[in-house]
């Protein structure tokens, strides 16, 4: 599986996007990219996936490079719930795959 | 929908005791998964069944733990003997076919062996 690299923290006003950048350069033609989050003490949670097109949702939007070497989770407008840890994974679309986090993005919303 | 179901939310148990988390989830899920979670080590995948057979077990990290799912809708992770060490919070989620659109999380259980 292709390797993931998120910076360690990050910090975001309230009401502001939030962009959460992902590194992904060994990427395979058929990995897709997903973007899962844990708030404290609750289970990761699923945001958004994408394979090589931008993907919108109610939660978030995601941005893919054209060359799908890096990706951006954007949060249109932060709220003070949206503290967390956002992980960021990829992940091929054959049967038995199994998700694995890396350390993900420490987001903290400020007011 | 309930979600992902996991009892007990809270554990603490004497080192050297058995100790058995269970997991209820998501009607229509063909995919089970078990992760721990800890400070030190993160999230970590134990095991993963798929229509309740298990098809990697590799992350289970001892004897001492064993993962069973009798029908679709119920999942246990067993542990004996208990230690200190196995201290964390461990995770059920489940999945429709590969995952693709997700993996729905319960919301844990907190396990302390003091």
């Known amino acids: 599986d292709a390797k993931t690299t998120q910076p360690p923290s990050m910090d975001c006003a309230e009401g502001r996007a939030a962009n959460l950048p992902c590194n992904h350069s060994?990427?395979?033609?058929?990995?897709?990219v997903y973007w899962y989050r844990q708030i404290h003490s609750q289970g990761p949670q699923y945001i958004i996936h994408?394979?090589?097109n931008n993907e919108t949702n109610e939660m978030a939007s995601l941005i893919i490079t054209e060359d799908r070497k890096s990706s951006t989770l954007i949060l249109p407008h932060a709220t003070l719930r949206d503290t967390a840890v956002y992980y960021c994974?990829?992940?091929?679309?054959?049967?038995?795959?199994?998700?694995?986090f890396g350390g993900g993005t420490r987001l903290m919303v400020k007011p | 929908d309930a979600g992902v179901i996991q009892s007990p939310r809270h554990e603490v148990t004497e080192m050297g005791q058995e100790v058995t988390l269970r997991c209820k989830p998501i009607?229509?899920?063909?995919?089970l998964f078990w992760y721990r979670q800890t400070m030190m080590r993160g999230l970590e995948l134990l095991i993963y069944?798929?229509?309740?057979?298990?098809?990697?077990d590799s992350g289970m990290p001892e004897d001492r733990f064993s993962a069973k799912m009798p029908n679709a809708s119920f999942s246990t992770l067993k542990i004996q003997p208990s230690e200190p060490r196995d201290s964390a919070v461990y995770f059920c989620?489940?999945?429709?076919?590969?995952?693709?659109?997700?993996?729905?999380f319960g919301s844990g259980t907190r396990l302390t062996v003091v």
């Open positions: 989620a489940s999945s429709l076919g590969q995952g693709t659109n997700g993996y729905t």
């Open positions: 060994t990427i395979s033609g058929n990995e897709y």
């Open positions: 994408g394979l090589k």
């Open positions: 994974i990829v992940l091929p679309q054959n049967a038995g795959n199994m998700l694995t």
């Open positions: 009607s229509g899920h063909n995919s």
């Open positions: 069944f798929n229509n309740n057979v298990p098809i990697d």
